[in-house]
């Protein structure tokens, strides 16, 4: 890159300065990179975010209030899932990537050749409780004749596909509806539970249009929710968001009709707003908006409804992401080892307030379970779990070439976000068991 010779008198200031502007540049691109040119993937394009797991916020219709701290007192209703450790797990993953059928090429880091196997021997040991491995069948019981929605980026996707693979473990999905060019847009039914299972491609949440054609840069309309997700809100019984990644990429930023400023957009007229704010709008306006229409339906209805917000997912690139190398770790960080901070640690945090916010207006949560799958920190304890150079099949099959493409943004399968998924069941079985106490 550039020679060191410019930072030399003032090494400490000015790098200091200097290294997060450039970070911030460089990994859109990369990231930008993954996401519109990736090769070779025959069928499946779609990826997924990845999911948080601890519990922020929850609400039940109508506990009676009396019995209330009693219900607390007997039994543990939450688990605080944000703190804990990566422990040896000799028993490993439920499925392979053979087994599975539905892994998403970029991610079947197994039947790509990646050689080393010890990272699917980790399980996540919370500070104050035990995580009980996923159990396919109570899942799918707990959904039955309801139609569980995973709306957002390539990380909804990635925790999806994780899903698909450990349910299909008891019982085979039928793809019932595919978009189709890129598979944006998918819905597999499980005859067994009559349970549906989705997936839509929506990165912003809110209404937005992705770069293409001479546009470069996104835009994003912070008032308005997707329309491609939420006109199918009424048939949704429980709904997984996952964004994050796509809000560092050049974007205008729109409010109503009037431009309010871009991110990274050079010989544009508009101010400079970053993407914190406009990221924070974005959830504030989909929650908003889950809650106007969903308890309207809930309340005519009587029926729950479940809304669970994934947390940021970071990313591991260390070395360049075009190199050998670029996440080259096989182990995951020890307790104390890693740090949650910086950019992750402030996408996350604004996920979890907006979904506190909601929570502390019990007047909006009629009908509606909240919760914030806090998996930003265990996550970033795994810089073992992404394909790296293995998002291609055998990529050093002739030597190490000069340039690699590597993915440190995604997650193996099955890898890291099987955990997720079995937080998401476990937040699942204290809700019920919440319930049966109130009853
Ligand atoms: C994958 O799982 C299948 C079915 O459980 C098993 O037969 C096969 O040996 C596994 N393959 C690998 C590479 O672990
Ligand atoms: C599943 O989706 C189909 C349409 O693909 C719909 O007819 C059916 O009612 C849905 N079932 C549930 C439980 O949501
Ligand atoms: C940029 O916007 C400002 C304020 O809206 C305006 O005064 C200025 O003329 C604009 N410059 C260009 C080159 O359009």
Not at 97 to 121: A, E, F, V
Not at 207 to 227: A, I, T
Not at 271 to 292: H, M, N, Q
Not at 307 to 320: C, D, K, L, R
Request: hydrophobic share 35%; aromatic share 12%; proline share 7%.
């Amino acid at each position: 890159m550039v020679s060191s010779k410019p930072f030399k008198d003032h090494p400490q200031s000015l790098t200091k300065k200097f290294l997060p502007w450039t970070f911030y540049i460089l990994l859109p691109l990369a990231i930008l990179h993954l996401y519109f040119y990736p090769l070779n993937f025959p069928l499946s394009p779609s990826d997924q975010l990845p999911l948080h797991n601890p519990i922020i916020i929850e609400t039940s219709s109508s506990p009676s209030s009396s019995s209330k701290e009693e219900e607390r007192a007997s039994v543990e209703i939450t688990c605080d899932y944000t703190n804990g450790k990566w422990v040896h797990d000799k028993l490993g993953p439920l499925y392979n990537g053979t087994s599975c059928s539905t892994i998403k090429d970029g991610q079947n880091c197994m039947s790509h050749g990646r050689p080393d196997m010890g990272y699917l021997h980790w399980r996540w040991k919370p500070n104050q409780c035990q995580l009980p491995r996923f159990e396919p069948k109570t899942f799918l019981q707990m959904v039955r004749n309801k139609h569980l929605a995973f709306v957002g980026d390539s990380m909804a996707r990635n925790q999806l596909e994780s899903l698909l693979c450990m349910l299909a473990t008891v019982s085979p999905p039928d793809l019932v509806y595919h978009d189709g060019g890129d598979n944006k847009f998918r819905r597999w039914h499980f005859p067994s539970h009559n349970v549906n299972v989705s997936i839509y491609w929506s990165p912003f949440l809110v209404k937005g249009f992705e770069k293409s054609g001479s546009r470069n840069y996104n835009e994003l309309y912070l008032d308005s929710v997707d329309e491609r997700w939420a006109s199918d809100m009424d048939q949704m019984d429980m709904i997984v968001l996952s964004v994050g990644h796509w809000f560092l990429h050049p974007a205008v930023y729109f409010d109503g009709d009037s431009v309010m400023g871009c991110h990274f957009c050079p010989g544009q007229n508009y101010t400079e707003v970053g993407f914190y704010d406009v990221f924070r709008k974005a959830i504030k306006t989909t929650l908003k908006g889950i809650f106007e229409r969903k308890g309207a339906i809930s309340r005519a209805s009587g029926r729950e409804i479940n809304i669970i917000v994934a947390t940021f997912s970071p990313h591991h690139f260390e070395g360049q992401w075009d190199k050998f190398g670029a996440c080259p770790r096989t182990r995951p960080y020890k307790k104390g080892e890693k740090e949650l901070e910086g950019m992750d640690l402030d996408m996350r945090n604004i996920e979890v307030e907006e979904v506190e916010a909601v929570k502390g207006n019990s007047e909006q949560l009629e009908g509606l379970r909240l919760v914030a799958l806090d998996i930003t920190k265990l996550s970033l304890m795994r810089p073992d779990g992404h394909p790296g150079p293995y998002m291609y099949a055998f990529p050093f099959a002739n030597g190490i070439a000069e340039r690699v493409q590597n993915d440190c943004v995604h997650w193996c399968l099955p890898g890291p976000v099987d955990t997720w998924n079995e937080i998401l069941l476990d937040v699942m079985k204290r809700w019920d068991s919440r319930e049966a106490q109130s009853r």
